[in-house]
């Protein structure tokens, strides 16, 4: 599975406007839904369900990034949304360092779409430089362009 595929463009959001954690996670879930990945009335229960998720064990995973995700059962095919915080929120990462790129992962309660998803992410966020350039994109085209750059050519990642 290619990230660009499960990526919703219209939930790409370079600016985060929120500096909390519960707040990032509404705000990408408002984003997912305004783009039609939801359902429509759904987007409550599903940050609620993601924050519940999420203060079980932080996905802030370290290295500036979390990836706060759910299996629920309204979500029909999987989703996400990115997020950049220009400067860091406490995700409470196993790091103990601030979190600058948030992927917010919806998934459908059945099947390994989720799985494969995570795998497409995490491949992606083990290099230094996706994170790098990430971090530092300031519109959605540049998120776009890295990600359909890094499922085309993972190799130009190395260094």
Known sequence: MRIADFVCSKAILPKLKSDKRDDIIKELVAALEKAGKLGDGKAADIAKAVIKRENEASTGIGKGVAVPHVRHKTIKKVAAAIGIVSGGVDFTALDKQPVY?????????????????MEAIFSHLQHENFRKFLRQSETVKQIKDLLVEADQDPSWQAG
Do not use: K, T
Not at 101 to 117: C, I, K, N
């Open 101 to 117: 790129s948030v992927f917010l992962l919806v998934s459908p309660a059945e099947g390994d779409e989720h799985l494969q998803a």
